[in-house]
């Protein structure tokens, strides 16, 4: 049989070498726009790989259930009793969540000496805005004698939206010196947190009627988006309760290892009105994230707090692949309305777009 010609195969080589040259030259703009629109995904998906997780907290048991005396819970985590309780003080920077405060007020009004609350007429990306806690003040009337209320100018000459963080470190600087107006002293107890993030009455009492407590820790809340029909686990942890001393400072990030299990709510995003979110995605340190005006249709916004899907389009940040897949996709709904503010749960009508099954909200 007759050898086929060697030149047979060249069209071949040919076709190979062309293909071998094309795709790179095809894969390059599909990897450019897959970066362009999808690259904070991407880098959220491989976080296991080019990030390390932070050290993990040192948990404190929190034990509570009625009827039990404070005498005995101060036992229990190792504290002694007080004789007179310690004062209290909860300190917020305020921006338009009135109706998460009105639930705030109201958990810790009994157990709280002073409320000392910061507003801006500007938000930390520079949008001026109205005062809302003054306009709402007949909602916190019954806060009056107890009210430290101030408010910060925003600075119309500085382009503040460059740069959030900046704008809010001077908003926690200023919470400072109206700490030290409302009188509070060496030994008072001071909770810094954001307006959302809500600590249990039981554990303000704790605070209130244990010595032996940690000067600073943290405190670990149930965290929950869109309302408290969608828990997503216990990762909320910037709050924190101080034993005040002279140089102690507003702070909204780690300060120290121990943290108190259990200690409350963290309800992100609980709002009642559509246009309220949007006000935050576009006002606050992470505004950011809204790469794209769409973000901001209602039917959208409303679509997404019914699912339970991630309003900015983002990944969960986790440390490892398996914690990463355990979170991808909506947050599970759940029907419990148990532990949660006693005063959401008697004003139930009031506010059920915060409860199981009420995730339509108005405009």
Not at 25 to 33: D, N
Not at 101 to 108: A, F, K, V
Not at 189 to 195: F, N, P
Request: glycine share 6%; aromatic share 14%.
């Amino acid at each position: 049989m007759a050898k086929r010609p060697l030149n047979a195969v060249v069209p071949k080589r040919k076709f190979s070498s062309t293909v071998a040259l094309i795709l790179p030259l095809l894969l390059l703009p599909a990897c450019i726009i897959a970066l362009f629109f999808h690259g904070r995904k991407i880098s959220y998906f491989l976080r296991p790989i080019w990030d390390t997780p932070p050290r993990p907290f040192i948990r404190i048991p929190h034990f509570y259930a009625e009827n039990v005396s404070m005498e005995h819970l101060c036992h229990l985590h190792g504290w002694t009793h007080r004789l007179h309780p310690r004062r209290v003080f909860d300190a917020i920077i305020f921006s338009n969540e009135v109706d998460m405060l009105e639930i705030r007020y109201h958990e810790l009004f009994p157990y709280v000496h002073k409320f000392v609350i910061l507003e801006s007429n500007a938000t930390f990306t520079g949008i001026r805005k109205p005062l809302y806690f003054l306009d709402n003040l007949q909602r916190f009337e019954f806060t009056s004698s107890k009210i430290i209320h101030d408010a910060l100018p925003g600075d119309g000459g500085r382009r503040w939206h460059k740069n959030p963080f900046q704008y809010e470190s001077r908003q926690r600087k200023a919470v400072d010196a109206l700490l030290r107006r409302s009188g509070i002293s060496p030994g008072d107890v001071v909770i810094m947190a954001d307006t959302d993030e809500i600590p249990s009455r039981q554990t303000v009492q704790l605070l209130q009627w244990c010595d032996g407590i940690p000067p600073l820790m943290h405190l670990e809340l149930r965290e929950y988006m869109y309302s408290f029909e969608f828990p997503v686990g216990y990762g909320s942890w910037r709050a924190t309760a101080h034993v005040y001393r002279p140089g102690t400072g507003y702070r909204h990030s780690r300060q120290t290892d121990l943290i108190l299990a259990d200690a409350g709510w963290h309800c992100s995003f609980c709002f009642r009105r559509i246009e309220e979110f949007v006000f935050k995605m576009t006002a606050y340190s992470h505004a950011d994230r809204v790469r794209w005006s769409s973000f901001l249709e209602h039917s959208r916004i409303q679509r997404i707090i019914c699912w339970g899907e991630d309003l900015f389009d983002m990944l969960p940040e986790e440390y490892t692949f398996r914690e990463l897949f355990k979170r991808l996709g909506p947050i599970p709904k759940s029907g419990s309305a148990v532990h949660l503010p006693s005063y959401l749960i008697e004003n139930a009508e009031r506010f059920r777009f915060l409860l199981p099954g009420g995730c339509l909200r108005s405009g």
